[in-house]
């Protein structure tokens, strides 16, 4: 039997008179004819969302007309994805030539605590903008107020504060589970629920955490920009001209594509009943919300932005200016 114990600094795990130090992660093994193919694909994708994240980020650092608390949560989601990406992909694309890749038992958890992590704070940041939306359209004459400098970091700083307890709760609940002599990890990272899986000992503290603070933390930012789009709508609809009314719905639709692509997969693997349980449903849904959602989201925003395009625009003319006056004799 394996005994978890998250505050202990041995990074071995033991059973009896064996040391057990690791686990192995058998969400994408692929035959050799596959794996060139799968490789690049993958680091592809890695790429072009660390570059569009890093571009976003860049542009409204960059662009004065940019710096609102619209875009200001907007550079924050981009910083939260581009976190959120490394803490699976690197490692995965490291395991995908292995025949048996593994994970640490120190390794593991790190991965736990910073995927929860990054996990929570995405759906915060995505009602932190709903609300900017809210305000913008619903109380324009209040925005300045109601999304002072002062009430935005608030509003940032706050969600990685629960982030981070919520994920700390979670690896303490994990540490007083006796987990049994199963070291394969149906998945391609360290996540709570195959863990939990693997418990010989009683998990209904841990299976009602993740039902109620997991939750919680889901549904409540999600109910969140439900209503608050809800409301926006009821405004717009009063709204008599239908160039305003476009235009009205055109800066949300952005938001809304993003947020029904990450929670679509997140109720996939998180939230469907037991019996619907399937691995490789897991393992797809899996890929949409740690690979394709912050991939996607440069685009989503960018795309259909006026403001995003042209400082985009900016910051590539500033980029080619200083590279030319780099290569002048």
Not at 249 to 278: D, K, M, Q, R, W
């Amino acid at each position: 039997m394996l005994n978890f114990s998250l505050f202990r600094h041995s990074r071995t795990m033991h059973q009896g008179n064996q040391s057990i130090s690791k686990f192995f992660l058998l969400g994408l093994t692929v035959g050799s004819e596959q794996q060139k193919l799968i490789f690049m694909l993958f680091l592809c994708m890695y790429l072009v969302t660390m570059v569009g994240n890093l571009l976003i980020i860049l542009a409204i650092i960059n662009d004065a007309h940019l710096h609102s608390p619209m875009y200001f949560f907007l550079a924050n989601l981009s910083f939260n994805d581009i976190c959120f990406t490394t803490t699976t992909i690197p490692k995965m694309l490291a395991d995908i030539p292995s025949q048996r890749p593994t994970i640490s038992f120190a390794g593991c958890l790190t991965q736990m605590y910073f995927f929860m992590l990054l996990v929570d704070l995405d759906n915060f940041l995505l009602a932190a903008m709903a609300y900017d939306r809210y305000v913008a359209i619903c109380h324009p004459l209040h925005y300045a107020a109601l999304l002072s400098p002062k009430r935005c970091a608030l509003l940032v700083v706050t969600p990685w504060v629960i982030s981070n307890l919520v994920s700390i709760l979670h690896l303490s609940l994990l540490s007083l589970l006796t987990i049994c002599d199963q070291r394969k990890i149906p998945h391609f990272f360290c996540d709570l629920e195959p863990i939990v899986r693997f418990a010989c000992s009683d998990t209904q503290i841990n299976d009602l955490t993740i039902l109620v603070v997991g939750g919680a933390v889901i549904f409540i930012p999600f109910t969140f920009i439900i209503v608050s789009y809800a409301i926006i709508c009821c405004t717009v609809l009063g709204v008599t001209s239908a160039k305003g009314k476009w235009r009205t719905f055109s800066t949300c639709g952005s938001h809304l594509s993003a947020v029904a692509l990450f929670y679509g997969s997140i109720v996939g693997v998180y939230f469907l009943p037991s019996s619907a349980y399937s691995a490789e449903r897991d393992k797809v849904a899996a890929i949409i919300y740690t690979i394709v959602t912050p991939m996607m989201n440069p685009f989503i925003y960018s795309l259909r932005n006026k403001d995003m395009k042209g400082a985009l625009r900016r910051l590539f003319s500033k980029k080619t200016f200083f590279w030319r006056w780099l290569a002048l004799p």
